[in-house]
C-alpha cells in the first residue's frame, strides 16, 4: 500500500493506513490502522531518523474496533530541522510472542510501511512519511482559487481589442477569417491591466480570488516573456500606474496577485546585453563591459542562451552584482514588486529549474533558495512557487526554498493522459485510472503535506494546447474533469477561457487567442458556457465550505481503466471524489476502500481491546502465500458503516448526470451500505459531511 492508499497487496499480510496528517490528531503523533491479523499478533514499530540515523519505537496498542487496530506512539523530533522523516515496520508475531518485546525471536513475517508502500526492504530516506513541524508556508494558499490571465489577451480598457490599427469588438468571438491578413504571435491585441481591472469583479463572482499573470515587465514581444527592463511594468499594459491601480482594486476584492518573471534570462536587447548596439557598452559586443561578467561566453564569445533560444541570453548567477540585482538588494527587481505601492503576494519563478551559475545549472538548488529568503526578508507571507517541467521535489524538499510548484508532473500531465489521452507534447499516452493513481502517488513520495498543498494544479496554460479540443469537445467530460481538479490536493487554477466551454472550439480559440471579455463579463457566450460559469462558481463554494478539500490529505481509493477515485480528509470533515471518465455506467465494488475513512473518522479514540476469540484474523489477507482464511472484502465493518450512514451526506454529480435528489439518495444509499457504488458515464461525483460531524454521529 501506498502513501494515503487503502488498496491491499496480495503478497503482502497487512492492511494499513496512515497519513502524516492524520484527522483530529497532532502530527507529531503517529497514528497507524492495521487490519488483518489480531493485534495480539502484531508488533509495529515506529522508525524515526534524528541525526539521519533510524532510531526504532514500539508503538502502543490502543484499541480495536470492526477488525481494525490503532497503533499510536509520539514522533521522535530531531530539532536541528524543520523537516522530519519517519517510516514503520510492522511484524507478525507466533502466537503467545510479547508484542513489547524487542526479541526477533517468535517473528513470523515482517513488512516496512513508507509513503513509497509496503514492502519487504527497509526504505529510503527519501521514500519516508514526511512533515514540517512548523508550517512556515502562506496561511491563505490552501483556501485560494487562481485565474490565469495573458494581459495582452485578456480584456482592454478601451472596450475592443486593436491590431494593426483594426478595431475587434469584445462582444463577439475574433473568427478566423477575421485575422486572414494579422500575424497574431507577432502583435499586440490591446489588452491592458486597467482591462483586468475591469474584469475583477466577474472573476470574483466566478470564484477566484487569485489571478495569476504572465510577465507583465517591458519586452518587444506581447507575452513579455524577454525582458529588457526589470523595473518597469510594460507601456502596452500602462505602465507602473496600471500595476498600482490593479493592486489597490484587488485588495478592495480582496484578491491576491501573482506575477510570473523570467529570473533565469534577460531580453537580448537589455542595456545589459544589448545585442542592437544601442548603447555602445552591452556585454555582447564589448569584452570589457560593465555587464560582462552578467552573461556568460565560450572562448569564441558566444553567449550562453536559455533552451537555446538566441533572444534569452542566460543571467550568470555567480556574479555578485546580478544576485544584488535581481534579488539581494532592498529595490531588487524580485523585492520591489513586492513592496507597496505595488505589494504583490507572491512570485512563479520562470524557469526555476534553470537558474544557476557559469550559463549553467550549477548551484541551482543554492541560488533558488537564496531568492526566495531573499523575497521573504521583505514580504514574510510572499507565496513563492516554481516553474518546473519536470520532476520538482528536489526543490520542495528543501529547506528555505520554493513554497510549492506549478504542477505538471503530479497533476496537469498525468490528468491530460487519462482524459485525453496524449501527453504534454501533445504525443499519444493513453492512460489508465491505475497510471493515472500510480503516478500522482508516486510524485508525493516524500513532500510534506503542507508543500502538496501548495502545487498548483492547471488543466490549460498559455503554452498548451486547450483542454477542451484535446478530449476531443466533450462538454460532460470537460466539466468531470474541472470538478476533479476543484476537489484535487493543492491550488486550482483556471486559465483564462476556460469558462467558455463548447465556444473554445466553435470559434478556434487558441490558448493566446484574444477573448470577449464583454460577452464573458455578461455570461452571454453560449448557454453550455453560462452553465459552467455556474457550475465553477458552486465549485469554488463547495471548495470553500469544506476544510477537507482546502487542508485534508488526500487518499486514492480506487482506479480502474476508464475510472478512478480519492478522499481528503481533514479534521471531521471529509470530501469523496469518484471520476468514471468512459461512455458506459460503471459499478464499482467498495470491498474495504473506504477504510481511510472508516479508520480515521469513526474509529474510537477510546476503543478498547479486541476480545473476540479470533481477534480479527478471519480478515486475513493472503501471507506470502501460505494458508488463508479468506480474502479481505470488506466484511467486519459494519459497524463503522453505520456510523457514516449517520452523517449528513451531500452529492453533486458533474458531467453527463447532474445532481437531483434520486441520483443522491441512491448514490447515498449504496455508499453507506456497502454496496457497488454506481458511477454514471462521462461523470464526476463528489460526495461531502457536513459541519457538524464525528461528534454528533457518535452521541446518536
Known amino acids: 500500500m501506498r502513501q494515503n492508499t487503502s488498496s491491499p497487496r496480495a503478497c503482502l499480510p497487512f492492511q494499513c493506513f496512515h497519513t502524516c496528517t492524520a484527522p483530529g490528531q497532532d502530527h507529531r503523533t503517529a497514528v497507524l490502522f492495521a487490519r488483518g491479523a489480531a493485534h495480539r499478533r502484531l508488533r509495529v514499530n515506529l522508525v524515526t531518523f534524528p541525526q539521519h540515523e533510524p532510531v526504532r519505537v514500539i508503538m502502543n496498542y490502543g484499541g480495536s474496533s470492526s477488525g481494525i487496530h490503532r497503533f499510536t506512539a509520539p514522533i521522535g523530533i530531531d530539532s536541528s530541522s524543520n523537516f522530519q522523516r519517519y517510516c514503520f515496520k510492522i511484524e507478525l508475531l507466533a502466537p503467545g510472542t510479547d508484542p513489547l518485546s524487542t526479541d526477533s525471536a517468535g517473528v ?11 514492502s519487504r526492504e527497509r526504505p529510503l530516506l527519501q521514500h519516508c512519511f514526511a512533515f514540517e513541524v512548523f508550517n512556515t508556508h502562506p496561511q491563505w494558499v490552501p483556501k485560494l482559487i487562481c485565474y490565469q490571465v495573458l494581459p495582452d489577451r485578456f480584456a482592454s480598457s478601451q472596450g475592443f481589442f486593436s491590431m494593426d490599427g483594426t478595431r475587434f469588438s469584445a462582444e463577439d468571438f475574433i473568427k478566423p477569417k477575421d485575422l486572414e491578413y494579422i500575424d497574431i504571435d507577432h502583435v499586440h491585441c490591446g489588452g491592458d491591466l486597467d482591462g483586468l481591472g475591469d474584469m475583477l469583479p466577474y472573476l470574483r463572482r466566478l470564484g477566484c480570488d487569485g489571478v495569476y499573470l504572465t510577465s507583465l515587465f517591458d519586452a518587444p514581444a506581447y507575452d513579455k516573456s ?26 478592495g476584492y480582496e484578491m491576491k496577485l501573482l506575477l510570473a518573471g523570467a529570473f533565469d534570462y534577460s531580453g537580448d536587447d537589455h542595456p545589459w546585453f544589448d545585442r542592437q548596439e544601442r548603447t555602445g557598452k552591452g556585454a555582447l559586443h564589448h569584452s570589457d563591459s560593465p555587464y560582462r561578467e552578467f552573461y556568460t561566453f565560450n572562448s569564441e564569445g558566444e553567449a550562453y542562451y536559455s533552451e537555446g533560444r538566441p533572444q534569452q541570453p542566460k543571467l550568470d548567477y555567480s556574479s555578485r552584482e546580478v544576485r544584488h540585482l535581481m534579488y539581494k538588494g532592498r529595490n531588487s527587481f524580485a523585492r520591489k514588486w513586492t513592496q507597496a505601492p505595488y505589494g504583490i503576494d507572491g512570485w512563479v519563478v520562470d524557469g526555476a529549474a534553470r537558474l544557476g551559475d557559469h550559463g549553467t545549472a550549477r548551484n541551482n538548488l543554492k541560488r533558488l533558495t537564496q531568492l526566495c529568503q531573499a523575497v521573504r526578508q521583505t514580504h514574510l507571507d510572499c507565496l513563492m512557487l516554481g516553474n518546473f517541467n519536470s520532476d520538482a521535489r528536489y526543490a520542495l524538499n528543501s529547506v528555505g526554498c520554493v513554497d510549492g510548484a506549478v504542477n505538471y508532473t503530479g497533476f496537469t500531465s498525468p490528468l491530460r493522459a487519462f482524459f485525453g489521452g496524449v501527453d504534454l507534447s501533445g504525443c499519444a499516452t493513453p492512460y489508465t485510472g491505475e497510471d493515472l493513481r500510480r503516478t500522482c502517488e508516486e510524485y508525493s513520495v516524500g513532500v510534506s503535506q503542507q508543500t502538496k498543498l501548495c502545487l498548483l494544479n492547471q488543466l490549460d496554460n498559455p503554452d498548451l494546447p486547450r483542454f477542451y479540443n484535446v478530449i476531443g469537445r466533450d462538454r460532460n467530460l470537460y466539466l468531470a474533469a474541472l470538478a476533479a481538479m476543484y476537489t484535487w490536493r493543492g491550488i486550482p487554477c483556471l486559465y483564462q477561457g476556460d469558462e467558455l466551454g463548447d465556444m473554445l472550439s466553435q470559434y478556434q480559440i487558441g490558448p493566446r487567442s484574444p477573448l470577449p471579455f464583454t460577452l464573458m463579463k455578461m455570461r452571454r457566450a453560449s448557454p453550455h458556457s453560462a452553465d459552467l460559469q455556474s457550475c465553477l462558481t458552486e465549485l469554488a463554494n463547495l471548495r470553500r465550505s469544506n476544510s477537507a478539500i482546502t487542508h485534508g490529505s488526500m487518499v486514492f481509493i480506487c482506479a480502474g481503466g476508464a475510472h478512478f477515485g480519492f478522499i481528503r480528509l481533514f479534521d471531521n470533515r471529509f ?39 479470533d481477534g480479527g484474523e478471519t480478515l486475513l489477507i493472503p501471507l506470502s502465500g501460505r494458508n488463508v482464511r479468506r480474502t479481505d472484502h470488506g466484511e467486519g465493518l459494519e459497524a463503522l458503516y453505520g456510523m457514516l450512514s449517520r452523517e449528513n451526506l451531500s452529492v453533486h454529480c458533474y ?46
Open 108 to 118: 513470523l513475517d515482517s513488512v516496512w510501511y513508507s509513503s513509497l508502500g509496503m
Open 655 to 700: 458531467g453527463a448526470t447532474r445532481s437531483n435528489r434520486e441520483f443522491e439518495g441512491k448514490f447515498i444509499h449504496e455508499l453507506t451500505c456497502a454496496r457497488p457504488l454506481t458511477l454514471p458515464a462521462r461523470s464526476t461525483v463528489i460526495v461531502n459531511n457536513a459541519s457538524a460531524l464525528r461528534e454528533s454521529a457518535l452521541q446518536a
Open 226 to 251: 524577454a525582458t529588457r527592463d526589470y523595473f518597469t511594468v510594460d507601456a502596452h499594459f500602462g505602465g507602473n500606474g496600471a500595476l498600482k491601480r490593479l493592486r489597490a482594486l484587488a485588495s
Open 575 to 613: 470530501c469523496i471524489t469518484l471520476v468514471n471518465a468512459s461512455r458506459q455506467q460503471l459499478k464499482v465494488e467498495q470491498g474495504s476502500m473506504l477504510l481511510p475513512l472508516l479508520a480515521a473518522m469513526y474509529l474510537p479514540e477510546d476503543c478498547q481491546e479486541d476480545t473476540t476469540s
